[in-house]
């Protein structure tokens, strides 16, 4: 039996790759803009690097995570994101040397041992940016704005930025305490997680998706009602800055998030109509994390979505990507002189920056010719045995549908006007 990709990974093949290309070329774009570098980091880590920074009560460290010894004995986990990898190469590279805040952005494969599901793989690939040593609110506001603004670029419509702030460590303690005292004694109904839950992260107990759970803890204090001053003045500040830049929001009390690291302001952006995960976006700021993995004390915030799930989205809403595969030039030459020729041209015109190619199989002139439409030839130049005894070309526009007989030394210039004119426009 053939061999088979693993379950829940995905391969990107033409057709396809070039929707990621559009989607990266606006990633590069909209960052630069906004002055975010990239970073990369490794795609594995110490496990102790997530266990410490995502945190172990999560279910991303508990339930899905690739870890596996390596042959030196380490325990190594594939990344199932990358606030920690990034955390960690801005303390080991003593990027807090740098002027702050230090603002970045990353793409590649996230690996999660999850169901699978539409929109869920077990590798999967984000798009996120981390802004390191900045605690105003203002940080918080032009990350949301950046995602945003991603958003409308791409022509993505109807999708619902959902905040909420979860608090401090301090105002935490004090949404800890309410809530055991809320759930005490309907504990036992609560679903196995959420007991365990309950006493490990109660605030994660919000947002299960049991219905039981649900039913039981729909009026339960969320962390909106023990905000400290600090923690209240932030997120007005936050909510200000939305206003001024437009975006629109919803104050989502129950979004809690699935990682342990966030404080303060969390955030999803929510899209309708490609299933039952419809989270494109989620972050937040996570003000401790730095300090927990062993650096010094530094305000962070950030987000990551998921490409797969804005390429559905992009699909659901029939959004159009330029189809840059389109090659300009195909040479269709028939017979060993020919061939030469056209070799020739179709060096010469890639010295030149144009997308040009020709048959390798040595196919007949009718297969060059369907060929050259299916690979989306633009102009075709076919070179056959009369061409070759009139020492002509004839060009054929594939857009247009007619055709031009060219003196064979002239046919690269008629090309590079050709070419010159339709990008200009004319
Ligand atoms: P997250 O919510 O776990 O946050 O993931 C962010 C996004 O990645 C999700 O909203 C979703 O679009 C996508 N995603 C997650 N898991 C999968 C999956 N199994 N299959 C397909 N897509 C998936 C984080 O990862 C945080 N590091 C975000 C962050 C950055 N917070 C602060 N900075």
Redesign the pocket.
Known sequence: MAIQRPK?TQDIIPGTVEKWHYLEAHIRKICSEFGYQEIRTPVFESTELFQRGVGDTTD?VNKEMYTFLDKGQRSITLR????ASVCRAYVENKLFTQPQPVKLYYLGP?F?Y?NTQA????Q?H?F???VLGGEDPLVDAEVIQLIWEFYRRIGLQGLEVHINSVGCPVCRAEHRDRLHSYLQDRKAELCQDCQSRYERNPMRILDCKNRECQRITANVPTTLDTLCDSCREHFAKVQQYLRISGIQYRINPKLV???D??QKTAF??MAEGIGA?S??????R?DGLVEEIGGPSTP???????M??ILAVLEKQRIDVDDETDHKVVVAALGDIAREKGFKLITELRQNGISAQMDLLGRGLKSQMKYADRVHARYVIIIGEEELNKNIAIIRDMKLGDQTEIAMDSVKSYIFNQINHSEAGI
């Open positions: 829940g991303i199932p994101e990358m606030t996230m999660r999850e929109g869920r793989f077990r999967f984000q996120g940016a981390e998030r699935g990682l690291y966030y999803e952006v995960q989270a494109i976006c989620g972050g937040g996570y962070g915030i950030g987000f990551a979505m998921g797969e799930r």
